[in-house]
């Protein structure tokens, strides 16, 4: 089933059952005050390397060790919502067995046959359980040659109360997160555009305070350069694609393409809903046998929830 919505269940690692369990994605019974403010790390992890194993167990360490500074398994990130692309087939279950995953993440999916079918890599997205997910599915590309789609999770924040009232919240609202990974080189160009037009519409769904993509765009055509803005999306980013800064791509090694901003943070909102401009991590990062982790640099950024009419303000 293509370009429609098919239903996920997030996994929950169960100490108990020593295995992973479906959640029933229930909001209900959830305790105040829930966060407003939640950390997005995006990073295609690449799958066409050499050793995708170790490179992934590697990478996991980085985002535990580097990204959120938990030194120990047993350490919680802040509220959080990690998105992975390109994690191979086989070296899925180094998600699933990792003991710091399994202690502070949702993992949506928990199986690679959700993926799309005969795909050989895919996009996973990690969850903390500090926050609450009441929704997950995924949309597999019709136009796709490559079994590209995008995954999305709602995830309920709370309305930060006004200063000095005795509310711990204004109310809790839902924002939508899409995870992906669009068609890649030249010969993807006109496929991007209607795989972002369809995540557009799901992140712009009524009953959302608003919606966050990010993933690997493959921004290296000429209609990708207004793609954005053709499906009512707003870039994170604000120094445009020519600011080497921005730059995700093309030096872990040097490519036969110039470096690039390949990885990108979008989003939109009914107001009630700030995105800071991403940040880059994973430059220069390698495994300890001295490899690089993955071609990409990730991308990391803090959502916030604020009461309406204040955008903008300080906090």
């Known amino acids: 089933m293509f370009d429609?919505?098919?239903?996920?269940?997030?996994?929950?690692?169960?100490?108990?059952?020593?295995?992973?369990?479906q959640t029933s994605h229930c909001a209900r019974g959830v305790r105040e005050p829930l966060p407003s403010c939640l950390r997005l790390v995006s990073w295609n992890v690449d799958s066409q390397t050499k050793d995708p194993k170790k490179r992934l167990i590697a990478a996991l360490v980085h985002l535990q060790r580097e990204v959120f500074r938990c030194q120990t398994p047993a350490a919680?990130?802040?509220?959080?919502c990690i998105l992975l692309q390109e994690v191979s087939v086989g070296a899925f279950t180094m998600i699933l067995t990792n003991d710091w995953v399994q202690r502070c993440f949702l993992v949506v999916p928990t199986s690679t046959d959700k993926w799309p079918a005969g795909a050989r890599y895919g996009t996973v997205t990690l969850v903390s359980r500090t926050v609450p997910l009441s929704n997950a599915f995924t949309i597999d590309?019709?136009?796709?040659?490559?079994?590209?789609?995008?995954i999305f999770v709602d995830l309920k924040l709370n309305v930060p109360a006004l200063p000095h009232t005795p509310r711990l919240s204004d109310g809790i609202v839902t924002v939508r997160i899409a995870n992906t990974h669009l068609e890649s080189l030249p010969m993807g160009e006109a496929a991007r555009p209607m795989q972002l037009q369809l995540i557009s519409e799901?992140?712009?769904?009524?009953?959302?305070?608003?919606?966050?993509?990010?993933?690997?765009?493959?921004a290296i055509g000429a209609s990708d350069m207004t793609i954005v803005e053709d499906v009512g999306l707003i870039d994170?980013?604000?120094?445009?694609?020519?600011?080497e800064e921005g730059f995700?791509?093309?030096?872990q090694p040097r490519e036969q393409y110039p470096p690039a901003r390949l990885d990108k943070v979008l989003f939109t909102t009914r107001g009630g809903l700030e995105v800071d401009e991403p940040k880059r991590?994973?430059?220069?990062a390698r495994t300890d046998y001295g490899d690089w982790i993955s071609d990409h640099f990730g991308l990391m950024t803090t959502l916030q929830v604020v009461r309406d009419g204040d955008e903008g303000m300080p906090m």
């Not at 429609?4 to 369990?21: F, N, Q």
């Not at 590309?141 to 995008?150: D, E, I, K, Y």
């Open 281 to 284: 991590f994973a430059v220069g």
């Open 141 to 150: 590309f019709g136009n796709s040659s490559m079994w590209r789609n995008a």
């Open 76 to 80: 919680r990130p802040e509220p959080c």
């Open 236 to 243: 994170a980013w604000e120094r445009g694609d020519d600011d």
């Open 248 to 251: 995700t791509w093309g030096y």
């Open 202 to 218: 799901m992140l712009q769904e009524y009953d959302l305070r608003g919606g966050v993509v990010a993933g690997d765009m493959n």
């Open 4 to 21: 429609t919505p098919r239903p996920l269940r997030a996994g929950r690692y169960s100490e108990r059952e020593r295995r992973w369990v």
